[in-house]
């Protein structure tokens, strides 16, 4: 089978197979007498698995998941599909939990959260599912600004603190720029939650999007593991 023809079935470039064979995501190619590649219906499955993968898991995921596949290690790259299943529906559990706390009353008056009134950064990178570097680094470029322990000088974050780190994190994820970020704060300052509000629940949608995708994907998965187990019986 020619590059060309699974090219034209899967709406994509020629090169984009030759990108995929490079970075070892399908088996071995022999080539004909020509020289040109000799691609089998194992191929086939190979590439149509990844193009259906890769809007509900992206690139990163595929690219840990097929080489396992060719190598034989089919229960390792399940575990990683299996990851990035969790990993999703953490996201999902995160931004939700950004729309209930924008469904709370005052900004500046923000309740006891989990019953506490301050919190170390491990904890809110903890909540929000963020990093502590990430959050370090909103605090340089001024989008939040936590007391300091006048003995320790440790950070102190309050439950108000927490909140804008999950606005944050959920606008930048779906906005990337900080400029936007910083915007959307700043309507916040003046109790304006609507904007901020319609993309958390723009986000939910994405991660509702992306779950379907991932189950799409995850269809293909079985098929390929079905041709390459039929391979491996003949």
């Avoid at 599912?129 to 003995?151: C, D, F, Q, T, Y």
Wanted: hydrophobic content about 40%; proline content about 2%; some cysteine.
């Amino acid at each position: 089978m020619k590059g060309i023809e699974i090219a034209k079935k899967l709406k994509i470039s020629t090169s984009a197979l030759r990108h995929y064979e490079a970075w070892g995501l399908i088996p071995k190619v022999e080539r004909m007498a020509n020289g040109y590649r000799n691609y089998t219906k194992e191929h086939e499955a190979y590439f149509q698995c990844i193009r259906a993968m890769y809007a509900g898991f992206g690139m990163n995921v595929i690219r840990e998941v097929m080489p396992r596949i060719v190598n034989g290690e089919k229960l390792d790259a399940l575990w990683i599909i299996n990851k990035a299943q969790v990993n999703l529906h953490a996201e999902k559990e995160t931004v939700q939990r950004t729309v209930d706390m924008l469904d709370l009353k005052e900004w500046t008056d923000f309740p006891k959260y989990r019953n506490k009134n301050s919190f170390t950064i491990g904890d809110v990178a903890k909540e929000a599912n963020v990093s502590a570097s990430a959050i370090r680094h909103w605090e340089k470029e001024g989008l939040i600004r936590p007391e300091r322990h006048k003995e320790s000088g440790f950070r102190i974050y309050s439950p108000s603190d927490i909140r804008k780190v999950l606005i944050i994190r959920t606008v930048q994820r779906v906005a990337y720029s900080l400029d936007i970020v910083r915007e959307v704060l700043s309507g916040l300052d003046k109790k304006n939650i609507a904007q901020v509000k319609q993309i958390a629940i723009e986000s939910l949608q994405y991660i509702d999007n992306a779950l379907v995708e991932q189950i799409r994907g995850i269809a293909y998965l079985h098929n390929l593991l079905d041709v390459v187990s039929n391979k491996e019986g003949q």
